[in-house]
């Protein structure tokens, strides 16, 4: 007994003493997990920009109050437009130098030093612009007054930057440091709105024309490329005549050495959104205050946070009314200028011209100057790239012949980078805003502006309109004989202006024509369905407020597709086919809107995208055996020569594999049937909002574990809009914002942002309005009351 006691009471003991040693960990596990969390927020928090109190600092000239109202709207209130400058570069600094970081690297093709291996192949590409030089070379070359507006905001960003506790929590996760702002990298921002508008310097377009000029007749690519006229809505001219399409004389797929290997469905991409933009205006005779009104959204990628930074800017300026300057709307983090919206005098609204502001020219003589680029990269070996210059430009691509070729690009030129769009801040009217148009160096914008007195115009801004001579601006020409190629740049005087006009509107579309035309290019223009269904808005008011702007740009309604949709009506009728009879029944009550939970209008839409397909691929099989990898270019308009060969039927033209056009039709159909009823819920469940749900999201959210993402991305939510209609809407592509303006009436003026002010987790401001914008409930332009004040004291 003895014994069994002395072995059982250790034992005893040491079940007693589980608990506690457990208990102990687990506390322990606690204390430790709750110090790891206390640290990680005591890190995340350090990049949390200060809102309130007093900072001094170094560079300005005079104390500076710079508030937040409860959207995170900022107010800067300065002396003067430096110290306005420098204090706008401090709140960008501490809110969104990540984004401008990766703005000026994207531009510069300087990503791989920043994240690594995944961003060398964009530097390539970029990089043999060498947009550094180029921004440096401009800078250089600034005016006093610019360059001095530059320098304060350089030395308002860094400080803005120094004076957060730790770098931006994004550097943290790629553990890296922040490298200082430099005033060249300003210019390196507009240099990324180039790249941006500008498909990325790399003029693919002219070289699909070259390419199809080199395979079919003259009158076959004039046919293919024609402007649908039906749509055109420009301002100036009329409509395009129908297409003419080619007799078999020109071009027959029935004749046996027409027939060509079948390509990859992807050579003839789905059409997608590309950057553009809607703006509209009307003047006072049609207002209720004698002032216009001036609307605006640009289409741009969407991201968390937004492009743009909502901003109200105060300063002394004996031409203003009252003596205070006082701009209302959106900057561009990286730049101290207001980028668009109203000085309370004139308001203006920018979209993308689609002019032609690049061109290829054959140098396979010219004398060459090679650069070394070095490319840094994160984690790994430099890279170098050899890039060989000529007076035109880089060597970049080789004609149909394999004749070396030069890109002769404005966006290339030191020429076009400057701050004279700051000019707009001081126009007290149309007339002065029309003198600054021609004098800022930014990309070539369609700039429509409206001022208090009720006048409204539209103009192209850009100082670098190319002067040709002597070439076809659509191929690849030699400049080698004097008085050739680029001669000049427009002159100011020579700039085409439309005044006089109550009703003004510009979707990407033509909007001259004539020698306006002839000056400004086709760098592919849009449709146009967008721009008509404005322009027929506008008339269908006879009087307007900021909120019947709003109205506008929220219509989805699907007017382009409705022909569309009668098409695959009665191409369904003539079908007996049982497997086609569900989308028969889907889609013959017909919404004609984008709405979200709409199945016909996603249906219709397949159908088209199948039909164009379908018919343009015998097309791009012959160039494609001629040129491998060539694919259908997005900005070549198709939807003229689509339809009319439809419609027409020319034999000729037919792809052999069909037995005639309305088997092609009918093949489109079943292929919605095939693509999209074989997915759960069958066709019934295809809504469109399935297929447009939002992916805004943060640059590095793609990396991180979802569950963490979600803190920074905005929320998955089905969108209503498509791209050939006034509300553009694709998941991470769309209105980067939204405003209605009346000059001299802000207060009853609105501006919408989606993604908010903010990108930080923490930040009161994260995601701040991006509900608003989802929902289409207008935003006071105006700041409200003020929440957090901050002074910088010099």
Do not use: C
Request: glycine share 10%; no cysteine; net charge neutral.
């Amino acid at each position: 007994m003895n014994r069994r006691v002395a072995l059982t009471a250790p034992t005893a003991s040491r079940r007693r003493r589980w608990p506690k040693i457990v208990g102990g960990l687990l506390v322990l596990v606690l204390l430790l997990g709750a110090g790891v969390a206390g640290y990680g927020w005591w890190q995340l928090s350090g990049s949390l920009p200060q809102l309130d109190g007093h900072r001094h600092v170094a560079g300005l000239g005079a104390r500076t109050t710079i508030t937040r109202d409860a959207l995170g709207t900022v107010t800067v209130e300065g002396a003067n437009r430096r110290d306005v400058a420098y204090a706008l570069g401090f709140v960008h600094g501490q809110e969104r130098y990540f984004q401008m970081d990766l703005q000026r690297r994207a531009a510069a093709g300087e990503l791989s030093e920043l994240v690594g291996t995944g961003a060398i192949d964009r530097d390539l590409d970029v990089r043999r612009h060498r947009l550094r030089s180029v921004a440096e070379a401009a800078l250089a070359q600034l005016p006093d007054d610019q360059r001095s507006i530059l320098d304060a905001y350089r030395d308002g960003v860094n400080a803005g930057l120094a004076a957060l506790r730790v770098p931006p929590f994004e550097y943290l996760l790629l553990r890296q440091k922040p490298v200082p702002w430099r005033s060249e990298d300003s210019l390196l921002s507009t240099a990324a709105m180039y790249l941006d508008l500008n498909a990325n310097g790399e003029n693919k377009r002219e070289l699909a024309l070259a390419q199809l000029h080199a395979t079919f007749p003259r009158v076959v690519v004039h046919f293919l490329t024609a402007p649908d006229g039906r749509w055109e809505s420009p301002l100036q001219g009329v409509a395009s005549p129908p297409p003419y399409i080619p007799e078999s004389t020109d071009m027959d797929f029935r004749h046996a050495d027409m027939k060509a290997t079948p390509v990859s469905a992807s050579s003839v991409p789905p059409e997608a959104g590309k950057p553009g933009s809607n703006s509209f205006a009307v003047s006072g005779k049609l207002t209720g205050t004698g002032a216009a009104i001036v609307a605006g959204d640009m289409h741009l990628g969407l991201r968390t946070p937004d492009i743009w930074f909502r901003a109200r800017l105060r300063y002394p300026d004996s031409t203003a009314p009252g003596g205070i300057r006082d701009l209302n709307g959106v900057t561009l983090p990286g730049t101290p200028a207001l980028v668009a919206g109203s000085n309370g005098q004139v308001a203006w609204a920018f979209t993308n011209s689609y002019g032609d502001w690049a061109d290829w020219v054959r140098v396979p003589t010219e004398p060459v100057t090679h650069h070394d680029e070095v490319i840094h990269v994160h984690g790994a070996a430099d890279r170098h790239l050899d890039v060989a210059q000529t007076r035109f430009g880089p060597i970049l691509a080789r004609d149909t012949d394999g004749a070396p070729l030069a890109l002769s690009w404005i966006g290339q030129l030191p020429r076009a980078y400057n701050m004279a769009l700051m000019k707009l801040e001081q126009a007290p009217n149309v007339d002065a805003a029309l003198t600054v148009a021609p004098l800022a160096g930014i990309p070539p914008q369609n700039v429509l502006v409206g001022d208090t007195q009720g006048r409204v115009a539209w103009t192209i801004v850009g100082n670098s309109i190319p002067v040709r001579s002597d070439y076809n601006a659509l191929l690849p020409s030699d400049w080698s004989v004097p008085g050739t190629g680029w001669t000049g740049f427009l002159a100011p005087a020579d700039y085409p202006r439309i005044t006089g006009r109550d009703r003004l509107w510009t979707a990407n579309n033509r909007v001259v024509a004539g020698h306006d035309l002839a000056v400004l290019g086709n760098g592919g223009h849009d449709v146009g369905a967008r721009a008509q269904q404005i322009a027929d808005d506008l008339d269908a008011r006879a009087s307007f407020a900021p909120g019947d702007m709003l109205s506008i740009q929220l219509d989805d309604r699907a007017v382009f597709l409705t022909r569309w949709q009668q098409l695959l009506q009665a191409t369904l009728a003539r079908s007996n086919d049982e497997g086609l009879s569900q989308l028969r029944v889907l889609t013959e009550r017909w919404s004609a809107r984008a709405d979200t939970g709409n199945v016909d209008y996603r249906l219709v839409r397949a159908f088209r995208e199948n039909v164009r397909a379908a018919v343009l691929a015998p097309f791009v099989e012959r160039v494609a055996a001629r040129f491998p990898g060539f694919a259908w270019p997005h900005d070549i308009q198709t939807e003229g020569a689509v339809w009319a060969m439809v419609q027409q039927q020319p034999p000729n033209l037919l792809d052999p594999r069909y037995a005639d056009w309305n088997d092609l039709l009918r093949a489109a159909a079943q292929k919605v049937v095939d693509d999209l009823g074989s997915q759960p819920g069958g066709l019934a469940a295809r809504t469109w909002g399935e297929a447009n749900t939002a992916a805004i999201v943060h640059p590095l959210s793609r990396a991180l574990p979802a569950f963490v993402a979600r803190f920074i991305d905005m929320p998955r939510e089905p969108l209503p809009g498509d791209r050939d209609m006034p509300r553009v809407q694709a998941p991470a592509f769309g209105a980067s914002e939204r405003f209605g303006i009346m000059p001299g009436h802000e207060d009853i003026s609105y501006l919408q942002m989606p993604g908010g002010q903010s990108d930080h987790p923490l930040s009161p401001f994260h995601g701040s309005g991006h509900h608003d914008w989802v929902v289409g409930r207008a935003t006071p332009l105006l700041p409200g009351p003020a929440v957090y004040t901050l002074e910088l004291i010099p």
